[in-house]
């Protein structure tokens, strides 16, 4: 068997042949292995255990996304509250977990919310022994606490070092790690096992058919009435399996379709001390703004194919008042308003005097979407990934049009593209 079919068969990732063969290469030096070949036909499980290590993105952050966190504690909350609240604890489900700081991060949020620790529990998952084996240590440096606003780390963590951090016991206690593989998860459990599921960021590294079962098997894990979050760059392809956008905006959550909505989809409060995103705006185009009247959106008459319009258009609608500086970020606010048509505008404005801004054609690339506009919408990203090559989110933007366009080369190619570019900017 080649090394990329191994490694493909082992943990699901889309990977290249030159990213298998590396991890090989890799392997053989550090086990000392001459032959290539006798090293294949020898592989054992706990070799391609250490192959996968690799291979796998473990990189993530405390809080990231926060306004999921916000949206599964009030989640949670009017679970608690409803007729059948203390029947039993909530199930949550974190996969991949990483490093654990996501898990950690539910846990800290239901606590900041006043959920008692009897009534939930959280199943993380990972297929890296390596990260599991940091998260059980609960250990965090510098670079898990990003954002201004750290209050949860007083409240949460004790200093373990020169710029190290302990999660709290109490946390702790509240997750479980084991080592899987999510396409193998859920044997013996029964049909919608968890009240909750965060599956962010992992999709984007599978092929079609990879993702596909792999939303079938959140589908049977998921009970009827729960919630899934999911990565911004992959609610289209959940929505393109059975699910339907939650209305909160910058959670990224999804239901099944057909469960009841929320009564409530306001923006929520951030939890305390959590760090707060500065939006650089890929939210919109996730599909949480699927309830917005398409009117809303701007006409292509006005936006245009290449994103151009006459200087008098742009000048008659963009803010009068907004100074040329502001034109970039009102034009996120606005669009986050749900005032795409201003949003637009601003953009225009913004490009009469800066024709090269990757950001403000990956903003048009969302209005247009919003607006159904596929082919523009590709268009604006592609000028954006043109002036930017390593614009990750213009790239998974891309590569999920195009699978939609049953392009599966071409999303082949941009989704491994985006990999490299995430990789690299982690390490960074």
Request: hydrophobic letters at 50%; proline letters at 7%; a neutral charge.
């Amino acid at each position: 068997m080649s090394p990329l079919a191994l490694l493909r068969r082992a943990c699901g990732l889309n990977l290249s042949e030159a990213q298998a063969e590396r991890a090989v290469a890799a392997r053989m030096a550090h086990t000392g292995a001459a032959d290539r070949a006798a090293y294949l036909a020898a592989v054992t499980p706990a070799e391609i255990a250490a192959l996968v290590e690799l291979v796998v993105v473990p990189e993530s952050w405390l809080f990231r996304d926060p306004q999921a966190f916000a949206a599964a504690a009030d989640f949670v909350l009017r679970r608690l509250a409803g007729p059948a609240g203390a029947a039993r604890p909530l199930r949550i489900l974190s996969v991949p977990c990483a490093g654990g700081e996501e898990p950690y991060s539910i846990a800290m949020a239901l606590c900041d919310a006043g959920v008692a620790p009897a009534a939930y529990a959280i199943d993380a998952v990972d297929i890296s022994a390596a990260n599991l084996a940091r998260a059980r240590a609960g250990v965090y440096g510098r670079n898990a606490f990003r954002g201004d606003e750290l209050g949860f780390r007083q409240r949460h963590f004790s200093a373990a070092g020169a710029q190290q951090y302990r999660v709290a016991e109490g946390i702790a206690r509240q997750v479980r790690f084991e080592q899987g593989n999510l396409l193998e998860l859920g044997a013996g459990l029964a049909p919608g096992h968890y009240d909750l599921i965060f599956c962010r960021n992992l999709l984007i590294y599978f092929a079609p058919a990879t993702s596909a079962a792999a939303i079938a098997r959140l589908d049977a894990l998921l009970a009827d009435d729960g919630q899934l979050f999911a990565g911004y760059a992959e609610v289209p392809t959940f929505c393109q399996h059975g699910f339907v956008s939650l209305a909160y905006p910058l959670a990224f959550g999804l239901r099944k379709r057909g469960a009841a909505a929320p009564a409530v989809a306001a923006p929520l409060p951030v939890p305390a001390g959590a760090p707060r995103r500065t939006l650089s705006y890929p939210a919109a185009a996730s599909g949480a703004l699927a309830a917005v009247p398409a009117a809303a959106a701007p006409a292509p008459a006005q936006l245009g194919a290449a994103g151009a319009a006459p200087p008098a258009t742009a000048a008659a609608t963009a803010p009068a008042a907004t100074a040329q500086a502001e034109l970039l970020p009102q034009a996120r606010r606005l669009a986050d308003l749900g005032q795409f048509q201003q949003a637009g505008a601003a953009c225009l404005a913004w490009l009469e005097q800066h024709p090269d801004s990757a950001e403000a054609y990956f903003i048009l690339g969302l209005l247009m979407e919003r607006a159904e506009q596929p082919q523009q919408a590709r268009e604006h990203w592609r000028r954006c990934i043109y002036l930017q090559p390593d614009h990750y989110q213009a790239l998974c933007h891309l590569a999920l049009l195009a699978e939609q366009q049953s392009d599966r080369a071409t999303a082949i190619a941009l989704k491994a593209r985006a990999a490299r570019i995430y990789k690299r900017q982690q390490a960074n």
